[in-house]
C-alpha cells in the first residue's frame, strides 16, 4: 500500500501502538498522560496508510463521545490537510480510502450486522465487559492484517483489570503517566504530584497511572438513573463553576427538598472556553427565568453573564465541609448520559494525613461537583426565585 506522508509530534505511546500487532491492545494512564491522543494520532495514520479499512469509535454515550473525540478527531484532520467526508446524521466519516463510524452504546442496534477492522473504546471504563464482548464480536472484518480493538482507561479497577488484562492471550499492555506528555504545563503537573501528600489513592490512579480503588469517598449518597420524571416540587437550578485550563462546568439540576433528593439532569463540561464562548453556551441551555449560581471567586466573569441577560448569582461563601455535609443529607440521582459528573463523584475523595482522613477534600476533579455545590446551598438558602420544572 501507498504510505501518504504526515507530520506530528509523536510521543512513546503512539510508537507502542504503531508497533503492535496484537488483537487487543489496553492502553492504560494516569491523568493527561497523552493515551487518547496518540490513540486518535494511531487511527489518523491507519486511515491514510491502509485501505478498505472499517473503523469504529465509540463511547458509552453520545453526548461526551461528540466532545471529547468527534471535535477534536475531525480538528485533527483539518489541521493534518487530511481530506473527508462527514455525514452529521450517520456520524460517518469518509476518507478516500476508508470509512470512520463515531457510534456510542445509546445506539447499539447498528452494530449488530456491521464488521469492523478496527475498534476505540474510549473511556473503556465506563463499559461493561459483556459490551466489549459484543464490540469485540464484531471485530470480524477481512483483512490482509490484523483487526485491533483498543481501549483507553484510566487505572481502575474494573473489568479490564480483572478479566480482559488477565484472560486475553493476544494482548499489549501499554502503561503510560503525565511524565509520557512532553505538552503538560508546570501548573498541572504541579496538580498531579501534589496528590501525593492529599490522597495516595488518587495519586497512585491519576499521577502513576498504576491500578487502585478510590479510597475515601466524599460521597456515597448517589444512584444512576436512566429516566426522570419531574414533580411538582422539584425547583430547577443550574450551577456554573468556571475553568478554562481546567474544565468550565455548566450543570442542571432539580432540587426537592421535601424528599432530600437532588437530580443531575445535563451538564456541561469543556476545557479552553473563552467567556464569550461561555454565554452563548448558557444562553443556549438555560431557560429564561431559571438561575444560575457561579462560583464567587470570577466577580467579573458573572458581570458579563448579568449583562448578556442571563440571571447568574455569585455562589454563598460557605465553607465546603459545611455544605458537603449538608448535601450528604439528599439522595443524589444522577443521568446516566452526565458521563463527567459520574466520573467525578467515582472518585471525589477526602484528604489524608498521617493514614487519617481529614475533613477537607481533594482539589482534583471537582469541578461539576463545585457546580452542584454552589447551587443547591443557595437553595436551600434563599427562597421563592425558582422555576419549577415542567
Not at 94 to 114: Q, Y
Not at 189 to 211: A, S, W
Not at 245 to 250: D, E, I, K, V
Not at 347 to 354: A, D, F, G, R
Request: hydrophobic share 40%.
Amino acid at each position: 500500500m501507498q504510505m501518504r506522508e504526515i507530520r506530528f509530534k509523536a510521543t512513546r505511546i503512539f510508537r507502542e501502538l504503531v508497533n503492535s500487532n496484537e488483537t487487543v491492545i489496553v492502553n492504560i494512564g494516569g491523568a493527561r498522560s497523552g493515551k487518547s491522543y496518540a490513540t486518535m494520532q494511531y487511527l489518523v495514520y491507519k486511515l491514510l496508510s491502509e485501505k478498505n479499512r472499517f473503523f469504529l469509535v465509540t463511547r458509552k454515550t453520545f453526548p461526551s463521545l461528540r466532545v471529547s473525540i468527534i471535535l477534536p478527531f475531525l480538528e485533527m484532520l483539518r489541521d493534518l490537510g487530511v481530506p473527508y467526508i462527514y455525514n452529521k446524521a450517520e456520524h460517518l466519516l469518509v476518507t478516500r480510502d476508508n470509512m470512520l463510524l463515531f457510534l456510542s452504546l445509546d445506539n447499539r442496534e447498528k452494530i449488530k450486522s456491521t464488521e469492523f477492522n478496527y475498534i476505540w473504546m474510549e473511556e473503556a471504563n465506563e463499559f461493561s465487559y459483556e459490551d466489549y464482548q459484543i464490540f469485540k464480536m464484531r471485530l470480524s472484518r477481512r483483512t490482509d492484517t490484523k483487526n485491533q480493538i483498543i481501549l483507553t482507561s484510566n487505572p481502575v479497577e474494573c473489568y479490564i483489570s480483572e478479566r480482559v488484562m488477565i484472560e486475553e492471550r493476544d494482548i499489549r499492555i501499554i502503561r503510560s503517566n503525565y511524565k509520557d506528555n512532553p505538552f503538560l504545563s508546570q501548573d498541572y503537573i504541579r496538580l498531579l504530584e501534589d496528590l501525593r501528600n492529599q490522597n495516595t489513592t488518587l495519586y497512585k490512579i491519576y499521577t502513576l497511572g498504576e491500578f487502585a480503588l478510590p479510597e475515601g469517598l466524599v460521597y456515597d449518597n448517589f444512584e444512576v438513573i436512566y429516566r426522570y420524571d419531574p414533580g411538582e416540587k422539584h425547583r430547577v437550578v443550574w450551577g456554573l463553576d468556571f475553568g478554562y485550563n481546567n474544565p468550565t462546568a455548566l450543570v442542571k439540576l432539580a432540587v426537592d427538598e421535601d424528599r432530600k433528593h437532588i437530580y443531575v439532569l445535563d451538564e456541561f463540561y469543556r476545557t479552553h472556553l473563552t467567556n464569550s464562548e461561555l454565554i452563548e453556551v448558557v444562553k443556549d441551555r438555560v431557560g429564561e427565568n431559571e438561575v444560575v449560581v457561579c462560583d464567587s471567586a470570577e466577580p467579573d466573569r458573572i458581570r458579563e453573564l448579568q449583562q448578556a441577560g442571563v440571571w447568574a448569582v455569585p455562589a454563598m461563601k460557605t465553607r465546603t465541609a459545611d455544605d458537603i455535609h449538608f448535601i450528604k443529607s439528599f439522595k443524589i440521582f444522577i443521568m446516566n448520559h452526565c458521563e463527567n459528573f459520574i466520573k467525578e463523584i467515582k472518585n471525589y475523595s477526602w484528604k489524608q494525613k498521617n493514614g487519617k482522613w481529614l475533613e477537607e477534600p481533594v482539589d482534583f476533579m471537582n469541578h461539576a461537583l463545585d457546580a452542584m455545590r454552589y447551587a443547591v446551598v443557595y437553595t436551600a438558602k434563599t427562597a421563592g426565585f425558582f422555576v419549577y420544572v415542567k
